[in-house]
């Protein structure tokens, strides 16, 4: 007589037309030896904070109340009052904050390997689009607190979306549902932050990690390598192993961060008194620097096409280096970390 679970097993099969066997098949693909480096694995970083934030954000989103008059408010009862609401909040915060660190160093590995040319130009910008959310993620998110800083942080941003020639006023309008920061502003923040931004993330990163799959990861060599030996590994166990330890050691990190580091709740907004020092979160303080050095047009104009740039690089380059009449991306990477970081120390240090 057959067992039960053959029995369970044969009535999935029969009616889900997936099975362990095609699963495990499509995990054999095989991996190039420098991913055994883990530093080389970056990718799949923000990938766990992104599942970190959506579970946090869940949590979360019981007891926020996204309205102005009650949204500070719940945000301290979440700190001070609901059962480790301080901890999940915590979590939400610093995995938010390293999100960010990983993808900006996941980018960084990217580009200086030259892994966006051909064929993964389309990747790239797949890629550029789920960095360029991931800090819309952390703008929003930061704006729903309705602290003093993050109301007139979203103030400038606001205004700085009235300075894009044309469309700024309805740009301006539409992000803010009025004239000005407010109840409409929160609600749409809300609505961007918990549905809008994480339905395309997931929907991004499906299509980068389809891409990957299709092309594979770009093959590296290095001096350390023994000459004839296997050039690849296994996905499954051997990759996944790896990928898992990462997994592991960030979760903890992030855990004991959390703990060690609790987020602290400033004054709350007043629309009616703007602060002396208005500052962004760290990653817009390159943005806000050059907002102050060339003035609101003049940044909104050179950000818009730095940013394109950005985005279309792997199309962008091939003209640059003709023009140059040899491969520049080397020191034009060196050139934009420099100028970003230099930026960021110079508004995080001055008043
Ligand atoms: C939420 C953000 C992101 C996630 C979760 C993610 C995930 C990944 C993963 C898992 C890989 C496989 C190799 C590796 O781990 O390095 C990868 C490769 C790649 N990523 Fe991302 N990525 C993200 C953002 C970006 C961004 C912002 C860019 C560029 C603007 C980018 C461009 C690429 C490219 C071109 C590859 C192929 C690299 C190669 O063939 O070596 N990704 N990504």
Known sequence: MKSLSLTITDWFRSRFPVDRDSILLSLQEPVPNHLKKWWWCLGGMPAYLFVVQVVTGIMLAFYYVPDPSQAYESVWRISHEIPFGWWVRSLHKWSANLMIVTVILHVMRVYFTAAYRKPRELNWIFGAVLLIVTLVFGFTGYTLVYEQLSYWGAT?????????????????????GGDVVGASTITRFYILHIIILPTAIAIFLVLHIMMVRKHGVTELHFKDEKPGAEKTFRFFPDHILTELMI?????????????????ELQEKANPLVTPAHIKPEWYFYFTFRWLKLTGLTMAMVTLGLAGAIFVFWPLVEPLINRLFKRDVSIPIGIIAVIGILALTIWEAIAY
């Not at 979306?161 to 740009?171: C, R, S, T, W």
């Open 156 to 176: 400038v941003a606001t205004n700085l979306a009235e300075a894009v020639p044309v469309i700024g006023d309805f740009l301006a309008r539409f992000i803010r």
């Open 247 to 263: 997994g592991i050691g960030l979760l903890i990190a992030i855990s004991a961060i959390a703990v060690i580091f609790p987020p």
